[in-house]
């Protein structure tokens, strides 16, 4: 096997092979993994029987919370080339031409629980981890280009919709339809949804987005909008609704399996990085909202820019360690990258961090799989809390500002104090597009020329699929539609029939042929 950047995050944190006898988490040596001490040969086991509860009582604690959404995922470790020069668009250190960085990658289900099978139609999470000189850089996509919603308000309610009735403990095609019908900025998606894209045949053949905008800065601090496409060299495949059904029930990991084989036979998947990159002041007077996270960029109008590629072709070497316990984040960035204006990626970047201190601990920083490259270089005044691992200099004070050599933030200066420095703008999230727009507000999108709801899906249906796809999308929205009321029935005829009266009419004759 050849060497391989990700090797670099893969050993961190593994305990030497174990030898011929056990020990205690704290060293000392086990004397028998086998039998208790019990009072007597037939008597009650010992409460003292030090390494019986510790073993037992770790056991019961072998589990951490699942995620709320995604929780049913996988994923593998690998290498980030870039093959083509966009330094003039980004200063971040990952993309500069011909650089090498590892990088690891969690794909997953967003309704399903951890049980629950790899093919039932649904978005796939497409996350991405880079290991890069200056912190680690997460891309918490999918693999559809858009998203249900543009407002992170509607979030909780949007999961709670796709997970199970509160009555019942059961998923609820009623539910379901009845929160998409009301949210018609979810018809995109759901186009995509029911189409081919909501049942991927494997990892390995789909394509992954970043779906948000986001924005690159060069060295000269000139800023630009980009959307990341990541294209499958192993091409696109999808199975069918009734072939998706089949395999949840032949094969619940069917998807985990076939990228887990593939990269132990050496046949390392391999994706694309493209951008599509966005003059910054073009935002403004662009046809769709380019903020809006139910919208996508013509690519007539912003082509697809090639960076480079990324392989996978490390498997992990422990999961729960390494795919369970990594805690993908969009707040995590690195200089020359930041965020936009999308309402949806600002309360990601609070959301997702927050859900990885409940599940895992305030410090799941500062575990092996989430550490930086330049771990030694952190220089924090974060410090104790649980499972702390990692902590400061004795000398380092706890408190910022202060009188000792640990400074503050690049902009503080020597004194580390800004109480009587110049007000500046925040570049390091990201360059304000709207200088004037300084009050906070509570408002939707500012619509653009060609902004709506449904325009977008129309076109993916009408111009994108063709007939035996529109037809194959038909049954499934059909099969998705068993067990909805009839009041719900009426609002998915008027939601499609929004994007196409051909759609709603097809639709129509479906669900009366299948009831």
Do not use: C
């Not at 305990?15 to 040596?29: E, L, V």
Request: hydrophobic share 30%.
């Amino acid at each position: 096997m050849t060497n391989s950047e990700a090797d670099k995050v893969l050993d961190k944190g593994q305990r030497p092979a174990g030898g011929p006898n056990t020990t205690s988490p704290s060293g000392q040596p086990v004397a028998t993994e086998n039998t208790s001490i019990t009072a007597g040969q037939n008597g009650p086991v010992v409460l003292n029987d030090i390494h019986l509860i510790e073993k037992l009582a770790h056991f019961n604690r072998e589990r951490v919370p699942e995620r709320t959404p995604h929780a049913k995922g996988h994923g593998a470790f690998g290498e980030l080339h870039i093959t083509n020069d966009v330094s003039r668009y980004t200063k971040a250190k990952l993309f500069q031409p011909n650089t090498v960085t590892p990088m690891m990658g969690r794909f997953s289900t967003v309704a399903g629980e951890q049980g629950s099978p790899d093919t039932w139609r649904d978005v796939h999470g497409f996350a991405l981890r880079f290991y890069t000189e200056d912190g680690n850089y997460d891309i918490v996509g999918n693999n559809t280009p858009v998203f249900f919603l543009r407002d992170g308000m509607k979030f909780p309610d949007f999961i709670h919709s796709q997970k199970r009735l509160g009555v019942n403990g059961l998923r609820d095609a009623d539910m379901q339809w009845d929160f998409w019908t009301r949210n018609p900025e979810s018809t995109h998606q759901v186009t995509y949804l029911m189409g081919d894209r909501g049942t991927p045949k494997t990892t390995r053949h789909q394509n992954g987005y970043g779906s948000h905008t986001f924005q690159w800065v060069n060295e000269e601090g000139e800023a630009f909008w980009v959307k990341y496409h990541f294209k499958s060299r192993q091409g696109v495949e999808n199975f069918t609704d009734a072939e998706a059904g089949e395999m949840a029930g032949k094969n619940a990991d069917y998807h985990r399996e076939d990228l887990y084989n593939a990269i132990e036979e050496g046949d390392y998947p391999i994706w694309d990085v493209k951008v599509q990159i966005m003059p910054l002041a073009e935002a403004a007077e662009y046809r769709f909202n380019p903020f809006d996270l139910t919208k996508v960029w013509s690519k007539k109008d912003y082509p697809l820019v090639d960076v480079g590629y990324f392989v996978l072709n490390r498997n992990p070497r422990n999961f729960f360690a390494q795919i369970e316990q990594v805690a993908l984040d969009p707040s995590n960035l690195v200089p020359g990258i930041g965020l936009s204006p999308d309402k949806m990626l600002q309360a990601r970047v609070f959301a997702y961090a927050d859900q990885q201190r409940y599940r895992i601990g305030p410090n799941y920083k500062q575990l092996p799989v989430n550490q930086p490259l330049n771990a030694d270089k952190v220089n924090t005044y974060e410090h104790e809390g649980s499972m702390q691992f990692l902590f400061n200099a004795p000398e380092d004070p706890v408190y910022s500002p202060n009188r000792h050599a640990k400074g503050g933030g690049y902009l503080d200066g020597d004194v580390n104090d800004r109480s009587e420095l110049e007000t500046t703008t925040a570049p390091d999230l990201y360059v304000n597009p709207d200088p004037a727009g300084l009050d906070l507000v509570r408002a939707p999108y500012v619509r653009h020329a060609e902004d709506s709801d449904t325009a977008q899906a129309t076109d993916l249906y009408e111009n994108v699929y063709n007939d035996e796809e529109k037809e194959r999308m038909a049954d499934n929205i059909t099969n998705a539609m068993a067990g909805v009321s009839s009041e719900t029935e009426e609002r998915i005829y008027a939601y499609w029939g929004a994007v196409s009266p051909r759609l709603e009419k097809r639709v129509r004759e479906l669900f009366a042929e299948k009831n």
